[in-house]
């Protein structure tokens, strides 16, 4: 759950990318990372295989600046999308205040998009996490390939957006769609910080 | 200057005791989720937060090897380097179960540390106060603002 430090006036809050194998979740952080000034960020911690898999998690910490008076800092984590690697998965999910599921629009990995929100579902469930509570977004990534091999966004919608969520078509290797992906989770954690404690 | 920063004015006293007695280098009390409660000696707070993720990993992935080896828990993990020396452990608080990362040097010992933990264990316990603070913390428009300051991340 977001930290809030009255003291100081600080706001932290976790958001993680979650997502098939090779889906872009890691090259969503790196966008980020590489867009953001040096001084509103942190290291990005990438724990992952020899061959660039994601084995743990990536991480990367950012300033956002002054909201409501408070200075408040995201925590993007990505997890493994490899299926034998739930067990890390479930423990980044650990505290997550809103996800992003990064799915693959290629029609072929539609299944794994498919097996990896029920997943998330499922790890959510063991955290007694309601799905249905949680801020989450979809980001419908590599839109960029040929149209012959992808599902549309409104294809996508319709096998894995069932409760109407905000989606975001995107490219994250040029960073199409990437921004706004932040932006709509962004709002979704942060409106729900300020339900839970109305001014 | 080395920076002592808390989240509830409780944590203060035991942290800056644990750290004079054990002479540590860097502390960080967080909670298994990795979000930071209590740190001493870290100045940037982006360097915390990634500091504050790898310790709550470590802590989870050996939870994990515990539960998988029949083992209720690990109480606490120490890696010994040349320079540096990192002893992490979980303690029971009121406010649920936290962790503690402690960067230490030369200057003091693995054991001091230890024995110091669990003190400063034992006080936070006792510092601990029944009711959490709540008050407001975002206005209704925070939209305009968040658009600004992710606009600006993002240099648009």
């Known amino acids: 759950m977001s930290l809030v430090n009255f003291t100081t006036r600080e706001i932290t809050c976790k958001i993680v990318y979650y997502g098939p194998g090779r889906s872009g979740k890691t ?18 911690v990438s724990l992952a295989t020899e061959a660039e898999r994601t084995l743990f998690f990536d991480f990367l910490p950012l300033e956002l600046g002054t909201i409501s008076g ?11 999308g490899q299926v034998y690697y739930n067990a890390t998965r479930k423990l980044v999910l650990q505290g997550a205040d809103g996800v992003v599921f990064v799915a693959d629009s290629q029609a072929r990995q539609l299944d794994e998009n498919i097996e990896s929100l029920q997943n998330l579902q499922a790890n959510l469930i063991d955290q007694e ?6 801020p989450l977004v979809l980001q419908y990534n590599k839109q960029d390939l040929p149209a012959d091999l992808i599902l549309s966004p409104h294809e996508l919608d319709e096998a894995l957006n069932f ?22 989770v962004s709002e979704l954690v942060l409106r729900k910080l300020s339900e839970e404690t109305p001014v | 200057m080395t920076v002592t920063r808390v989240l509830e004015p409780w944590m203060m006293e035991p942290l800056e005791r644990f750290v004079s007695e054990a002479d540590a280098r860097l502390t960080l009390i967080m909670t298994p989720a990795g ?29 994990e090897m515990a539960g998988l080896l029949g083992e209720r828990n690990f109480k606490a ?29 030369p200057e ?26 709540t008050e407001p913390v975002l206005s209704a428009d925070f939209e305009r603002e968040l658009n600004n300051s992710l606009a600006s991340l993002f240099g648009r």
């Open chain 1, 129 to 134: 996490v309601d799905i249905r509570t949680l």
């Open chain 2, 35 to 63: 979000q930071v409660l209590a740190q001493y000696g870290f100045t940037r707070a982006v360097d915390v937060m990634s500091a504050a993720a790898l310790g709550a990993a470590i802590a989870s992935s050996t939870q």
């Open chain 1, 27 to 44: 090259c969503n952080l790196r966008y980020i990372y590489g867009k953001v000034p040096e001084e509103r960020r942190g290291k990005m």
């Open chain 2, 77 to 105: 993990l120490n890696h010994q380097g040349v320079r540096h020396g990192i002893f992490l452990a979980e303690m029971e608080n009121p406010r649920g179960r936290l962790l503690a990362l402690v960067v230490y040097g």
């Open chain 1, 163 to 184: 409760r109407e969520l905000k989606s975001f078509a995107a490219n994250a290797l040029k960073g199409n769609g990437v921004f706004e992906t932040l932006k709509g």
């Open chain 1, 70 to 80: 408070f200075a408040t800092r995201f925590q993007l984590y990505t997890v493994p």
């Open chain 2, 108 to 133: 003091t010992l693995a054991g001091l540390v230890q024995l110091f933990f669990e003190e400063l264990a034992r006080d936070l316990e006792q510092a601990c106060p029944n009711v959490k603070p």
